[in-house]
């Protein structure tokens, strides 16, 4: 039998078999667990206290879950004990950080099989901001550096104010293995309009095998020699 409670002649809870029902009772039954259920005819809610004040809000409704702060104190969330992520109470997310300084910041690696950005800003100086299908990738410091991973980092294009000697450059392959570069025109891409051989150190204009230090294949205009 359940054990009821109330007051006069209104049940506002029960427990039967190890579950506790507040407003509602039907038992919810699952194999080995014991259940606390909450039912209103709004929705339903736990506030959870601290010094008499309620700090979080957990609550339901007929269209929607919603779990809260209810006090300027950062939602914290752990695994094993330890926090993984945060969001502090002005709404931004860190995840690996305690401190978090943007909408979301992650102290170590992002995976990702795309990234679509619109005025996105990563840290304080430097920034990746995309618009109207451009992306531009800009920073207050000295080095932009566009890498590859594959065990290790490759600086295949860096882009600087003082790399080789002391004037800007752009420099494709300044520490990493071989990477060829090439340009096409936007209606193909089956023969570049030009390519630099990184291997064996040459250059290609019509051809992307040049067997010269400098291959044009087609026709050729050299002026002022």
């Known amino acids: 039998q359940p054990l009821l409670f109330g007051a006069g002649n209104s049940e506002y809870m029960r427990s039967q078999n190890g579950n506790l029902m507040i407003g509602r009772q039907a038992s919810h039954e699952f194999a080995g667990y014991n259940t606390l259920s909450i039912d209103g005819t709004t929705g339903s809610f736990i506030d959870l206290y601290a010094t008499s004040t309620a700090q979080l809000r957990i609550q339901a409704t007929s269209d929607n879950a919603t779990i809260q702060t209810l006090q300027p104190i950062p939602l914290r969330f752990k695994t094993n004990q330890v926090e993984r992520m945060m969001i502090d109470e002005q709404g931004q997310v860190g995840i690996g950080t305690t401190s978090p300084s943007q909408k979301l910041d992650v102290a170590g690696g992002i995976e990702s099989s795309f990234l679509v950005t619109n005025n996105v800003i990563f840290g304080s100086t430097n920034s990746i901001a995309g618009a109207s299908n451009d992306l531009t990738i800009s920073s207050t410091l000295d080095n932009i550096v566009l890498s590859t991973f594959n065990g290790t980092f490759g600086d295949h294009i860096h882009c600087t104010n003082a790399f080789f000697a002391t004037r800007p450059s752009v420099n494709i ?53």
């Not at 019509?206 to 020699?225: A, E, R, W």
């Open 173 to 225: 392959n300044p520490e990493a293995g071989n990477i060829d570069f090439s340009v096409f025109h936007n209606t193909s891409t089956s023969v570049p309009l030009f390519h630099c051989d990184a291997d064996l150190e040459r250059v290609g204009i019509g051809t992307d095998s040049p067997d010269t230090l400098l291959h044009v294949d087609g026709t050729s205009k050299l002026s002022n020699i």
